[in-house]
């Protein structure tokens, strides 16, 4: 059983460029959680999809940053305009289901440098 | 928002000895976490806590949800130098029915041998 898979594992943006981040959910996994990670901190929610929906975007920035999780296909978390405060560790989780007694399975993340 | 402290920041022990890390918070979480991650990859689940109270082992690993629901330790007993890495922990709040984490800043442990 393959785990969450995420591509690229690293990425390199010029500012100003779009970024595309991808995660293919575990399988049997309808449920989609993307996280941000700075240099020695501890990961930061941004979103959380089902298929077609978005369910918590609370911690997604107001601009630039959008998410999707369609019927069919990986997840993407797309980055317009990247700036170098962008630059990042991106990790995608998923679960069967909402998350409670059913936890959340993280990929091995997309390293994004803007330059 | 929710916050997770987390302590100490960093850990250097020999090989063998036993390893004690904690997190609090401010605030009730539902569910508490502990993850360990490597360098370059995600975080994996070590230990997962559901019951205020509760007490689960995992191999050489033992973690406890503090009673009042803001605090969560993590034992690591005999380390072994494949323990090296950075430990989170993670609460599943209370707020909005969301099922997103908190994390905690991490606990880097490094094992002489």
């Known amino acids: 059983n393959a785990g969450v898979m995420q591509n690229p594992r690293h990425l390199v943006r010029r500012r100003g460029q779009e970024a595309r981040l991808r995660c293919s959910p575990m399988?049997?996994?309808?449920?989609v959680y993307w996280y941000r990670q700075l240099p020695e901190e501890g990961l930061k929610f941004m979103v959380y999809?089902?298929?077609?929906?978005?369910?918590?975007e609370s911690g997604m920035p107001k601009e630039r940053f959008s998410a999707e999780f369609p019927k069919e296909g990986p997840s993407i978390l797309r980055i317009q305009q990247v700036v170098r405060g962008d630059s990042a560790a991106y990790f995608c989780?998923?679960?069967?289901?909402?998350?409670?007694?059913?936890?959340?399975?993280f990929g091995p993340g997309t390293r994004l440098t803007v330059l | 928002g929710q916050q997770l402290n987390q302590s100490p920041q960093s850990m250097f022990i020999q090989e063998g000895e036993d390893v004690s890390m904690n997190c609090t918070s401010s605030?009730?979480?539902?569910?508490w976490l502990w993850y360990k991650q490597d360098p370059g990859e995600g975080p994996v689940l070590l230990i997962a806590?559901?019951?205020?109270?509760e007490l689960t082992s995992n191999g050489r690993l033992t973690a406890q949800f503090g009673i009042t629901r803001k605090d969560s330790f993590l034992n690591i007993s005999a380390s072994i130098p494949s323990d090296v890495g950075i430990y989170f922990c993670?609460?599943?709040?209370?707020?909005?029915?969301?099922?997103?984490?908190?994390f905690g800043k991490g606990t880097k442990l490094t094992v002489n041998p």
């Open positions: 989780a998923s679960s069967p289901l909402g998350s409670s007694y059913n936890e959340q399975f």
């Open positions: 399988k049997g996994h309808s449920h």
């Open positions: 999809l089902q298929k077609e929906n978005i369910i918590d």
């Open positions: 605030s009730i979480f539902n569910t």
């Open positions: 806590l559901y019951k205020a109270g």
């Open positions: 993670a609460g599943r709040g209370t707020q909005g029915g969301s099922e997103k984490l908190v």
